[in-house]
Structures are given as C-alpha cells and as structure tokens.
Nanobody, 117 residues
Framework: QVQLVESGGGLVQPGGSLRLSCAASGITFSLYTMGWYRQAPGKQRELVAT?????????NYADIVKGRFTISRDNAKNTVYLQMNSLKPEDTAIYYC?????????WGQGTQVTVSS
C-alpha cells in the first residue's frame, strides 16, 4: 500500500520559516519525481516545487516561491522536504506531497500552512 504522509505544517508569522516533510512508503522512492503542491481556499491546486529522481535530483520551482523555498530529498529515508523561508500570508494553503513515475501519481493527505500575525 502506497502512503505519502506529510508533516510540519502549522501557524507561523509573516517572515517566518517552516520545514515540511513527506515520508513515503510502498514505492521505490528513488525512482520517483517528488513534488510539493498547494491549494488555497477557492483556488486551484498549484505547483510549488519538484525534484527529479536519483541522488542529484534536478529542482524546479514556481516563480512565486523561487529564492524562498527549497525542495530536497533523502532517498535513504524515503523522504522529501520543503524548506520555506520568508513566508508571506499568500503562502497560506494546504500543502500536498506528490510522487510521480511515468503516468502514475500518488498524493498525500496534505498539511495546513497558515501564515498570519
């Protein structure tokens, strides 16, 4: 059974930082491109960042998070991370972990991130 379990969300003040984690099981993690997506109330789910498979994965970021967010992966721990710095109120959303291999997509349940003073 495939599981992607996110953690690390919460309430943070503007300018603060959070680190999200996504632990995967039931897949050969190192083969999957992993990503983070988010969905704010009333909006469509959008890409935040992706990292390709392998030890030296290539990264891709949405323009609105470039320079603030960093995606990384630890294949030994089957875990992908999203370090979020300089958070803004508009970053408030549910953040979802995604694992993709060819036409197969797996999603986590999501973790809430709220940026508010």
């Amino acid at each position: 059974q495939v599981q992607l379990v996110e953690s690390g969300g919460g309430l943070v003040q503007p300018g603060g930082s959070l680190r999200l984690s996504c632990a995967a099981s039931g897949i050969t993690f190192s083969l999957y491109t992993m990503g983070w997506y988010r969905q704010a109330p009333g909006k469509q789910r959008e890409l935040v960042a992706t990292i390709t498979s392998g030890g030296g994965g290539s990264t891709n970021y949405a323009d609105i998070v470039k320079g603030r967010f960093t995606i990384s992966r630890d294949n030994a721990k089957n875990t992908v991370y999203l370090q979020m710095n300089s958070l803004k109120p508009e970053d408030t959303a549910i953040y979802y972990c995604n694992g993709r291999l060819l036409r197969t997509d797996y999603w986590g349940q999501g973790t809430q991130v709220t940026v508010s003073s």
